[in-house]
């Protein structure tokens, strides 16, 4: 999140939506995000619904990156943040969440 922050992809009062994983329910990373200024979205127990778009997204990445065994880390956050900025969409309205 800080990264992202850092880099100027996150606004005011954004929204980070996680699942209730122990490391998205902490103590830590919800103090971190009220000093982001990011507001947390999180699922419902048991509800697969509200991660189709997401799980959507990474499907589409392993198909196009496939699974690659990299030589090293650097590499492979290269390749993944090099396909994110080339599909990411900064002007149309997101079908799924208007």
């Keep these: 999140m800080r990264i992202a922050h850092a880099d100027g992809?996150?606004?005011g009062n954004a929204i980070s939506h996680t699942d209730r994983g122990s490391q998205y329910t902490s103590v830590q990373f919800r103090e971190t995000l009220?000093?982001?200024d990011?507001?947390?979205s999180t699922g419902r127990t048991g509800?697969?619904?509200d991660n189709a778009a997401a799980e959507s997204?990474?499907?589409v990445l392993k198909s196009?990156?496939?699974t690659t065994?990299?030589?090293a880390r650097k590499q492979a956050r290269q390749d993944v943040f090099g396909w994110i900025a080339q599909h990411d969409n900064r002007q149309r309205i997101h079908s799924t969440i208007g």
Aim: charged content about 15%.
């Design 69 to 71: 065994a990299w030589p």
């Design 34 to 36: 009220a000093e982001l």
């Design 47 to 49: 509800s697969c619904f």
């Design 57 to 59: 997204c990474f499907v």
């Design 64 to 66: 196009e990156i496939g």
């Design 38 to 40: 990011v507001r947390q």
């Design 9 to 11: 992809h996150t606004a």
